[in-house]
């Protein structure tokens, strides 16, 4: 129910955003979703072996301190338990920082 509630949310900011910032904008937000279920949602959903769940922005702090650098360098090597590439080999560099950003931001 709590994921059927929050995909509710993210539609309802997805057509904010359409709305604001055009087609393009919808687009972009709508592949990073899809790479988020891919290939993130699996671990960060629930926070398997220790990953910070998405959207909770308490546990995300100290990483995001880190900044962006880093944190794209241990999502590309791999970090603690997360795979290499965390997943998703089609990803760039501003794919990652994107997934970081919306499962760092608050539900």
Not at 9 to 16: E, F, Q, S
Not at 32 to 52: D, F, M, R, W
Not at 56 to 69: R, S, T, Y
Request: hydrophobic share 40%.
């Amino acid at each position: 129910m709590f994921q059927h509630h929050m995909r509710g949310y993210l539609h309802a900011a997805l057509l904010a955003v359409l709305a604001l910032s055009g087609v393009t904008a919808y687009a972009a937000t709508a592949d990073i979703e899809k790479k988020y279920n891919q290939s993130c949602a699996t671990c960060h959903e629930i926070g398997v072996l220790g990953a910070p769940k998405t959207g909770n922005v308490a546990a995300w702090k100290p990483l995001l301190a880190k900044g962006e650098q880093v944190l794209v360098s241990h999502t590309k090597q791999g970090y603690k338990n997360m795979p290499a590439r965390g997943l998703c080999d089609s990803c760039t560099d501003e794919d990652y920082l994107a997934l970081i950003k919306f499962m760092s931001s608050p539900n």
